[in-house]
């Protein structure tokens, strides 16, 4: 049999605020302890124009490249050949691409396999689901990128099982129910098997690639249900304290439309970097950046909405300058 010289592909995907990012940076974590894994090459989509999630990789700066201002399943599939081709040349054992969280993946499936140029640089070898515990359910009814993002994937990783244990058993049997024949692990304290990741067997046997390529492409035309990115960049150290019960509030006033709320913030308190995370009425706890980025001062923060009217996601936006400002007294 003839070896496939193609570089393998593994696509990560999965809602806002899942934990891909955390699942890459294991993996990366992983390789670096283990040399049979190779050396990995990541490219990080991004929706909106500050990108973030980036410099939470610290483990292989140079090995990672972002595809930051759109959803790689729509206007940004002209540019992923190019961004690909850029990661090549640094001769990676494998690709990572971590897609944002309002991807749908089959339009990005098909371009795998209908581009010729990708198709004769990459192989797909694996489309990694990574699904919240917490919310998966209400999730599922409500977002139609989660349905799509669990039915291309062969495998699908339980995020934050850790946090809520009794409802495991309940959300295998769900997704058993929903998505049959996909492979399913749970991620306990960021424990994951690399291999179980990586493994190429699964994605031939499961006939979740056989289900995009035989998609007719009438129904892979792109678009979402409406939602909309705000930026929001500071110029001085914030005020970590006020930030965080900023969070806490409007997390429960519109937790339902606050999609996704990121930020990688310098504390006035400290000088130290946090990053920052909400995902509905979802808050992580702030994480100290062992590596900052290059001028970062004061802060980046972005907030992904879906339904709030104009006048208050202005207001939201004008409250949330005014957090990170609390303690100048500038407000």
């Not at 439309?257 to 702030?286: D, E, M, Y």
């Amino acid at each position: 049999m003839t070896r496939d010289a193609r570089i393998p592909l593994h696509v990560v995907t999965g809602f806002l605020g899942s934990g891909k990012t955390a699942l890459v940076r294991h993996l990366l974590d992983a390789a670096a302890a283990a040399p049979r894994l190779g050396r990995i090459a990541v490219l990080v989509n991004e929706v909106g124009e500050l990108g973030i999630d980036h410099h939470l990789l610290e483990s292989l700066d140079e090995d990672v490249l972002m595809l930051p201002g759109g959803c790689i399943c729509c206007s940004m599939r002209g540019e992923l050949y190019e961004t690909i081709d850029r990661l090549l040349t640094r001769r990676p054992d494998r690709l990572l691409l971590e897609t944002t969280g309002l991807a749908d993946p089959a339009p990005l499936l098909h371009s795998l396999g209908a581009d010729q140029r990708l198709a004769a640089r990459v192989r797909l070898a694996s489309v990694v689901a990574v699904v919240d515990c917490l919310r998966i359910e209400d999730l599922f009814a409500e977002h139609a990128e989660v349905r799509r993002q669990l039915e291309f994937a062969d495998r699908v990783l339980l995020s934050k099982g850790d946090l809520a244990p009794h409802r495991l058993e309940g959300v295998l049997e769900w997704l058993a129910e929903r998505v049959p024949a996909r492979a399913v692990r749970t991620a306990l304290e960021g424990d994951v098997d690399p291999d179980w990741v990586f493994d190429e067997v699964g994605f031939r046997a499961s006939g979740a690639g056989l289900r995009c390529w035989l998609t007719d492409t009438a129904a892979l035309e792109d678009g979402h249900v409406a939602y909309a990115t705000h930026s929001l960049r500071i110029e001085e150290p914030v005020d970590l304290r006020a930030l965080q019960l900023w969070l806490r509030l409007v997390t429960q006033v519109d937790g339902p439309r606050l999609l996704r709320i990121k930020g990688l913030v310098r504390c006035a308190q400290t000088g130290h970097c946090f990053a920052l995370h909400a995902a509905g009425r979802s808050i992580s706890p702030p994480r100290r950046l062992a590596r900052p980025p290059d001028g970062l001062d004061g802060g980046e923060l972005v907030v992904i909405e879906r339904g709030l009217p104009p006048p208050a996601a202005q207001a939201l936006l004008d409250s949330l300058r005014s957090a990170c400002a609390a303690e100048r007294g500038d407000r």
